[in-house]
């Protein structure tokens, strides 16, 4: 099960024991907000796009959007989202649980800044009913990540 795979690669930090198991579905920025008793925009949801170099996550903020300019800007390519039937096998967790931990090789992730405004997040933890609550800077220190990037709209607010 991809729990596993994302338990192993945390037990290196010893943060596996701090994976949080629901008793319903948390597989939507919505379910996972009732199950953990947050605000959905707290909810880290991993996005999987195609780049013209390979498979890439992007970690954002439950209530974003991704700005396909920004995107273009950032990554030199329109934005595209893998299809349901590639991003297990690209990826290494099916779509309900996709998360930024126990990833296949050649999998770069990205950290967008839309998470830092909370004290802590939720990101899956590779199955449809977990998570785990971290700090955006341990978010940074205990993913894989390539750094900090800015390419979500809809969470700021207007001047």
Request: hydrophobic share 40%.
């Amino acid at each position: 099960m991809s729990v596993a795979l994302a338990s192993k690669y945390l037990s290196q930090f010893g943060l596996d024991k701090k994976i949080i198991t629901f008793a319903t579905s948390s597989a939507t920025v919505e379910l996972a907000a009732q199950a953990a008793g947050c605000e959905p925009a707290r909810i880290a949801k991993t996005l999987s796009f195609m780049t013209k170099t390979g498979p890439i996550l992007i970690v954002t903020a439950g209530d974003t959007k991704i700005d396909n300019a920004k995107y273009k800007a950032q990554f030199g390519c329109k934005a595209k989202m893998l299809s349901a039937d590639e991003v297990e096998p690209l990826i290494g967790h099916a779509i309900g649980g996709v998360c930024p931990f126990g990833v296949k090789d050649g999998v770069k992730i990205y950290l967008d800044v839309s998470m830092k405004r909370f004290t802590t997040v939720f990101p899956a933890c590779g199955e449809h009913n977990n998570a785990i609550e971290l700090t955006p800077a341990e978010m940074e220190t205990y993913t894989p990540n390539q750094g900090w990037i800015d390419v979500c709209k809809g969470w700021q607010a207007q001047a």
